[in-house]
């Protein structure tokens, strides 16, 4: 009796024990998901504020003049790439003295003047707001405004090839280069200027070719005929103009990428600000443009990267070779038919992750377009205030400061090393979101002065731009047969 109340007791204490195991096991069990579950959260929630926010190196912001050329490894690396360089920049083929370097100041004015004149265009061209198929002639005298012309490749023209330096320009279609004789004028430029008597590959175009007939489209202005040779005339907003003779000659961008009978412009009566480069590489959309006249090898794709720093390299790839797998193509908008831009739909704009209101139509309305030329981006008027407002609340940590020209929106960094700034991210039509670099946000002048890289339209009727400081690091591709432009994050290496 006694060994069996024994063993029962035993019994007790040993399922006491084991059901203490098993409460024990399944509170550690607990624990571990609660814990497990707070770290993904608190993971997750870094992860998002990483997201929503860059932290800058403000001396990133204010390069050395005395910084070593950093040279693209993408443009390095593909054959039928160009380097991309800062016109005014440590890696430029072209820099000068500083004194003939414009100053913030002089390159927002000339960057207002371009918007102006590609309003103009656009508001002469569109006879009414109803999206036109069919292209329309441009007025005489009616252009864009050149511009501060940041960035610059090196194109070889001619055989024996000259290397010669030009701007590259989505917004314009026409290309050219000055040419002796200058009969009138010739502005400076760093390079010899090109001499057609010493190529044996080049030839003036007929006044009465197809090419000549296709002078209105691309430059506003008809070919006329000197002694049966096609004579073009482009000038721009702001009186620049070059004049000269339609020709073909022999392009070569690299080794085993050469054109023979490129349509270009030699220009033997040039003025304006395009001092130091030898003319302008036209990209647009019409068929004298560079993409369009080398369709049967590109297929009119292009794209390009601009760096972030005067001290570093981009490219400028013809093709489809290295595309990044990752680029988001958007849609080409008809807004600009019969024009030389790439339109864009943009439907909706971010800061910070958080989805700005604002209506569809404020975007819609005026359309948009991408252009390599304009400096600061601009947004209509209501779509710039809700920008504005929702990212001076993420920066109230910062003192304000006076605005600057056309910025408007500024902050005194001074005694910081490192700034937070709100990622800022643009929807555009077909499910494409572009986070811009974090370079892309801000224009710095001074310490004391860092601005908001936006400006407002002055009316709410004027198109959109998507500027070149908000396309810097990013992978630009040009789809013109597809009909789409597309980005990508990284894109100079």
Request: charge should be positive; aromatic fraction near 8%.
């Amino acid at each position: 009796m006694i060994l069996s109340d024994t063993s029962n007791i035993l019994k007790e204490k040993k399922r006491a024990k084991m059901s203490f195991h098993r409460i024990l096991l399944n509170i550690i069990i607990i624990l571990c998901v609660c814990l497990n579950w707070d770290c993904s959260e608190g993971a997750q929630g870094k992860q998002r504020s990483a997201i929503d926010s860059h932290t800058i190196q403000l001396s990133s912001l204010f390069p050395s003049s005395s910084s070593p050329c950093v040279l693209s490894t993408r443009a390095s690396n593909t054959k039928s790439s160009l380097h991309v360089t800062h016109r005014h920049g440590t890696c430029s083929r072209i820099t000068s003295d500083k004194a003939t370097t414009p100053n913030h100041a002089e390159i927002l004015r000339l960057d207002q003047a371009r918007v102006n004149s590609i309003h103009s265009k656009l508001s002469n061209k569109l006879t009414d707001r109803v999206r036109q198929s069919k292209s329309t002639v441009l007025p005489a005298k009616d252009g864009s405004t050149y511009g501060s012309g940041n960035y610059v490749v090196t194109v070889g023209i001619g055989t024996p090839k000259h290397d010669l330096s030009l701007i590259f320009d989505t917004g314009s279609d026409l290309t050219w280069i000055q040419c002796e004789p200058c009969v009138r004028t010739c502005y400076s430029q760093k390079e010899p200027i090109f001499n057609p008597s010493s190529s044996s590959s080049y030839h003036n175009v007929s006044c009465s070719s197809a090419e000549c007939s296709s002078l209105s489209s691309a430059t506003g202005n008809s070919g006329t005929c000197s002694a049966s040779n096609c004579v073009y005339g482009i000038q721009y907003g702001d009186q620049s103009f070059s004049v000269g003779f339609l020709a073909k000659e022999k392009f070569t961008l690299t080794a085993s990428n050469v054109f023979d009978g490129i349509n270009f412009g030699c220009g033997e009566n040039n003025q304006g600000l395009f001092t130091g480069v030898a003319g302008l590489l036209g990209l647009g959309r019409d068929k004298l443009s560079f993409p369009s006249q080398t369709t049967a090898t590109y297929n009119k794709i292009f794209s390009y990267c601009l760096p972030s720093s005067a001290s570093y390299t981009g490219h400028l790839t013809f093709g489809s070779a290295g595309i990044s797998r990752s680029v988001k193509f958007t849609p080409i908008s008809t807004i600009t038919d019969g024009t030389s831009f790439y339109g864009l739909d943009i439907v909706g704009i971010s800061v910070g992750g958080q989805k700005l209101a604002i209506p569809p139509t404020v975007f819609s309305t005026p359309g948009a377009l991408i252009d390599s030329g304009t400096v600061i981006s601009r947004l209509p008027p209501k779509a710039y205030a809700a920008l504005r407002s929702a990212f001076k609340a993420k920066m109230s940590q910062y003192k304000n400061a006076s605005a600057v020209s056309i910025l408007d929106t500024c902050f005194d960094l001074t005694g910081f090393k490192t700034v937070t700034i709100p990622t800022v991210s643009f929807y555009f039509s077909g499910g494409a979101v572009v986070e811009l670099g974090s370079k892309g946000i801000l224009y710095a002048f001074k310490m004391s002065q860092v601005c908001l890289a936006f400006a407002g339209n002055s009316d709410d009727n004027n198109a959109a731009i998507f500027g070149n400081v908000q396309q810097q690091t990013l992978e630009v591709v040009y789809d013109g047969a597809g009909g789409r432009v597309g980005f990508a994050p990284n894109g100079c290496q």
